[in-house]
């Protein structure tokens, strides 16, 4: 069964921490992995990664695939309290539909 | 539009209503896809339509859900006789097409069924 596995699941850090959100899985003719930041409104879309290696990078956030070790990472460097969220780690297996497999979720605080 | 828009925002249901979410998809996206977000869990694949065509409907949880988008565009998730475990935020997103595609979601529909 395909499955996605975010750790930690909360993190609490102050204003200029690194956090690192860490994102496994398990999925069958991977596709692509994508990383969504959700306050209390819409999901917002962070990245897509789809080869290993190739680092992406916002502003203070980026993030890397490994495809052979099957897991992915999102930093996000000088933290603000804007930065207080759920970070969604997503999974696309090769299929017709183009579904994503979410993971739980990691909710991150962070403190003034 | 500019984004995805979903109503109502919240909707409280008596046990055994019937309900019925709106989605209204990015103009010109192709695909749409149905997510059921539980308390403290990541969203759950309902089902897929590209236009009007309803391709994957794997992740419905029981035959009381049933959706539709009968032009290709505005998407109805309707839930009947609702019970309690129904309570959730329901999530809509579209892409422009389905595979490979970033998906944008809305802002949800956060049912209670009381």
């Known amino acids: 069964e395909d499955k996605v596995v975010q750790s930690p699941l909360s993190l609490v850090v102050h204003e200029g921490d690194t956090v690192t959100l860490n994102c496994s899985y398990e999925?069958?003719?991977?596709?692509?992995l994508l990383w969504y930041k959700q306050e209390k409104k819409a999901p917002t879309f962070l990245f897509m990664l789809?080869?290993?290696?190739i680092e992406k990078k916002s502003g203070r956030l980026s993030s890397i695939l490994d495809k052979k070790e099957l897991f992915s990472i999102l930093n996000i460097t000088a933290t603000q309290t804007g930065d207080s969220a759920i970070y969604l780690c997503?999974?696309?297996?090769?299929?017709?539909?183009?579904?994503?497999?979410f993971g739980q979720g990691t909710t991150l605080q962070v403190k003034p | 539009g500019a984004g995805v828009s979903q109503s109502p925002r919240y909707k409280v249901a008596k046990r055994g209503q019937d309900v019925a979410l709106r989605c209204d998809p990015i103009?010109?996206?192709?695909?749409l896809f149905w997510y059921q977000q539980a308390l403290g869990q990541g969203p759950e694949f309902l089902t897929y339509f590209q236009n009007e065509a309803q391709l994957d409907k794997s992740g419905l949880p029981s035959d009381r859900f049933f959706a539709e988008r009968p032009e290709g565009s505005v998407s109805t998730l309707k839930i009947q006789r609702t019970q309690q475990e129904d309570s959730a935020v329901y999530l809509c997103a579209s892409s422009f097409q389905g595979p490979k595609n970033i998906q944008y979601f809305g802002a949800g529909t956060r049912l209670s069924v009381l």
């Open positions: 789809t080869s290993s290696g």
């Open positions: 103009s010109g996206h192709v695909s």
């Open positions: 997503a999974v696309e297996a090769a299929s017709n539909t183009g579904k994503l497999i």
């Open positions: 999925v069958t003719n991977f596709r692509s």
